[in-house]
């Protein structure tokens, strides 16, 4: 388990170092990219783009493993079909994502910058995050991270 | 905007994608964001998981390496508590509804074609773009 925490805490140190990188910490970035009917900034296509070359390399090579390195099975949810959480879920987001410009991974990066507005917006994630574990949440199984 | 220096993003780019690959070689797992910060701080069925606390400490760390020693972040975003309260209230519900965010349904799940997240991508990226479109008419400079 030591093992798995640390490679946990390498890949994440990997990812924030990205989201500092590629500006995608910056909600302006964001909210610029998602201006398509006005001045658009296509950075972030880049992000995405670059970000989906490595991982979908990953992917290829891991049908063709039995387990990952440090676990004895992979942990991947099957592909099942689109429901009505998954969709209302997307829309929440979308819009929660376009008003302020940070999705859940620079909201956590933006804490190192010390800014008010970043910690007040990570409270209020959790603070989310908490209502649908204490809500829709409560019945239905957690099948994305067991 | 005239900026054509695409390397940063790129650059950056690979690095989270390099993240989320070997996050799935090591530990066989989704690189999801909202769920890994969902577990950190325990609000998930299994509890508080090591890994979700670990990755997470790894973002604060990278971010702030990465801000010291290779580019200094200028963040500008709205300073209105009402938006950043409701928009962090609706992310945290909304990515946990959905079961993912950027990370987990888009760099990861697209990468794998899962169905689910090709559809939740596209209709975060939809949803997301027409929130900004209508900000942008409805509250011109705001926001």
């Known amino acids: 388990m030591f093992a798995r925490i640390v490679a946990a805490m ?8 990205g989201l500092v990188v590629s500006d995608m910490i910056n909600p302006a970035r964001v909210l610029a990219f998602l201006d398509i009917a006005g001045n658009w900034d296509p950075s972030l296509a880049f992000v995405m783009g670059g970000a989906l070359i490595p991982s979908s390399i990953a992917y290829l090579i891991r049908n063709k493993r039995q387990a990952p390195v440090l676990d004895t099975s992979f942990h991947v949810p099957a592909n099942g079909k689109p429901d009505r959480r998954l969709i209302g879920g997307a829309v929440l987001f979308g819009l929660g994502w376009g008003v302020v410009g940070l999705c859940p991974g620079p909201a956590i990066a ?7 507005e970043a910690a007040l917006f990570a409270v209020a994630m959790l603070a989310g995050m908490g209502a649908y574990r204490f809500t829709l949440g409560r019945p239905m199984p957690d099948y994305s991270f067991k | 905007m005239t900026d054509t220096n695409f390397l940063w993003p790129l650059s950056g780019g690979l690095l989270i994608g390099l993240a989320a690959g070997l996050y799935l070689l090591l530990n066989g797992r ?3 964001i909202s769920g890994l910060t969902a577990s950190a701080v325990g609000l ?3 509890g508080v998981s090591g890994l979700g606390v670990g990755f997470l400490g790894g973002i604060l760390g990278g971010a702030a390496l990465a801000s010291a020693l290779i580019r200094q972040p200028e963040l500008s975003m709205t300073s209105s508590p009402l938006l950043l309260i409701a928009g962090g209230l609706i992310v945290g519900f909304g990515t946990r509804l959905g079961s993912g965010c950027t990370s987990g349904h888009g760099v990861c799940g697209m990468a794998r074609l899962s169905p689910r997240s090709l559809i939740a991508t596209a209709t975060f990226m939809a949803v997301a773009a027409l929130t900004v479109f209508v ?3 409805v509250f011109v400079g705001g926001a």
Do not use: E, K, V, Y
């Not at chain 1, 390498?10 to 170092?17: I, S």
């Open chain 1, 10 to 17: 390498a890949c994440g140190l990997l990812f924030g170092a």
């Open chain 1, 110 to 116: 933006a804490l190192t910058t010390g800014r008010w």
């Open chain 2, 30 to 32: 989704i690189a999801g």
């Open chain 2, 44 to 46: 998930t069925h299994a």
């Open chain 2, 135 to 137: 900000m942008r008419t």
